[in-house]
């Protein structure tokens, strides 16, 4: 099994373009979610799927959108980037919402905003 | 609201010494905690969690109610240690995580 992959590794981008952050996962987990790393933050929420067709915001969604495509992929689009959104995104996928469920990480995608 | 605090970002300590990481947590229901790991070039991957009560690589973690702790120990540091850490806390809708503490073990 793959777990959990994020497509692409690597991607820089001008201010006010649009690209789309791919995710997906062969472990037939319902939930989905997406999170950046900044340098003394952490993780932060941007979105979660907590089962197919349905998804929600998290702590920071702004200027984000997302797309739970199937149960196996979870899309996470930026309309117009901005240098703000420079960071690494982390995917990850649990069998269910929150909790008491561990949750698995994709390998992430360093996004650069010039 | 869900809030972890990890007050010290960068925790330098010999092999072989003990390490302690700190956890502090605030959440008005019943927490589910836990304690991910990042190793350099490697996804973030769960330690280990409250409710399993068990050691992992030598790690422990107690969850103390009456402080809102969960702090991370291990009595010998070895290299392999050396990783970024992250405290996280399961409630509501989310799982929250703290800031991180960036391990560095000294041979």
């Known amino acids: 099994n793959a777990g959990v992959t994020q497509t692409p590794k690597f991607q820089v981008l001008k201010t006010g373009q649009s690209m789309t952050l791919q995710c997906a996962q062969d472990m037939n987990h319902n939930s989905m979610y997406w999170y950046r790393q900044d340098p003394g933050m952490g993780l932060r929420l941007i979105y979660y799927s907590a089962s197919e067709g349905t998804t929600d915001k998290g702590e920071v969604p702004n200027g984000y959108n997302v797309s739970r495509l199937n149960k196996r992929e979870f899309s996470l689009r930026l309309e117009s980037a901005a240098p703000s959104q420079t960071s690494v995104y982390f995917c990850?996928?649990?069998?269910?919402?929150?909790?008491?469920?561990?949750?698995?990480f994709g390998p992430g995608t360093r996004l650069t905003v010039l | 609201a869900q809030r972890v605090t990890q007050p010290e970002k960068l925790l330098s300590v010999f092999k072989g010494a003990p390490v302690e990481l700190k956890c502090n947590y605030s959440?008005?229901?019943?927490?589910?905690l836990f304690w991910y790991v990042q190793y350099s070039r490697q996804r973030l991957q769960l330690l280990l969690r409250?409710?399993s009560r068990e050691s992992i690589k030598g790690f422990t973690a107690d969850l103390n109610k009456g402080e809102t702790s969960f702090h991370l120990k291990k009595p010998f540091a070895q290299e392999e240690d050396s990783a970024m850490y992250y405290c996280a806390l399961g409630g509501n809708n989310r799982l929250a995580f703290g800031k991180g503490n960036q391990v560095v073990v000294i041979p």
């Open positions: 409250h409710i």
């Open positions: 990850a996928s649990s069998v269910g919402l929150g909790f008491g469920n561990e949750q698995f």
């Open positions: 959440y008005s229901g019943s927490p589910e």
